[in-house]
C-alpha cells in the first residue's frame, strides 16, 4: 500500500474515520484487499502526522511514520489504551483520515 503521506493532499482523496470501532475494520479491510499487515492513518493538522495500525490478538500495534513511511517508533497498546492514544485525541475531534483502499479489480488494471 502507498503510504499515506505520499496521497494526494486533496481533502477528497482521505475518508474520514467515524468511530473508534471503525479502526479495527479498517485495518481488516486493508489486509483483506491488498495482503499487506496494517493501515495507515493520518492525523490532519500542519504537521499531518502518519501513523500505520496493525491488528494484535491483545489489541494493537501503532507505529508512527516519517514522511518516506519510515518506523520512528512502535507502541503496543492494550485496547483500553489504544482509546487514550492521540489516534483516538484526532478521531474525537474528527481530525483521523485514511487513505481509500483500492478494490482488486482497480489494483489489478482490471474494467468492467
Not at 499515506?4 to 493532499?9: D, F, G, H, L, Y
Request: proline fraction near 5%; aromatic fraction near 6%.
Amino acid at each position: 500500500m502507498n503510504h499515506i503521506a505520499r496521497t494526494p493532499s486533496h481533502p477528497a482523496a482521505l475518508l474520514t474515520v467515524q468511530a473508534l470501532g471503525d479502526i479495527e475494520y479498517l485495518v481488516k479491510e486493508s489486509e483483506v484487499l491488498t495482503g499487506q499487515a496494517g493501515r495507515s492513518f493520518v492525523i490532519a493538522g500542519a504537521d499531518r502526522l502518519s501513523y500505520r495500525v496493525h491488528l494484535h490478538p491483545l489489541g494493537f500495534k501503532v507505529e508512527r511514520l516519517d514522511e518516506s513511511g519510515d518506523v520512528l517508533n512502535c507502541q503496543h497498546l492494550l485496547p483500553w489504551e489504544f482509546a487514550q492514544h492521540s489516534l483516538a485525541q484526532a478521531l474525537a475531534c474528527g481530525q483521523l483520515f485514511t487513505a481509500p483502499v483500492p478494490r482488486a479489480s482497480a489494483a489489478s488494471g482490471a474494467t468492467a
